[in-house]
C-alpha cells in the first residue's frame, strides 16, 4: 500500500524509494528529483525520514552505482593525482 508523502506533488514512499534507488542521497535532491516539498513545504520532514528509510534499504541501479562511484572519485583528490 502505497502512503502520499507530498500531497501538493502527489509524492509517494514509492516514488521516493525509486529515487533512492536512482541515486537521490538527500532531501534537497528529492525535491529537485519530484517537487516534493517545493509548494507549502509541509511533507519535508515526513520525506526526509522516508528518504533515509529507503537510502538504509535501497540497492542502487547500475547507473547510480556508477554516478556514485565517479562523485566519489571526483571528490577525492588523491584520485587526481596521476
Ligand atoms: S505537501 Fe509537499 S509541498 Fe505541500
Redesign the pocket.
Known sequence: MRMI?????N?NDKRIAQCAREGVRSVKGLCMAT??????????CT?RDVLNEALQQAEPTPAARNALAGSVATANPASQVA
Open positions: 508523502v507530498c500531497i501538493c506533488h509524492v517537487r516534493c516539498g517545493t509548494r507549502c513545504g509541509k511533507c519535508l520525506a
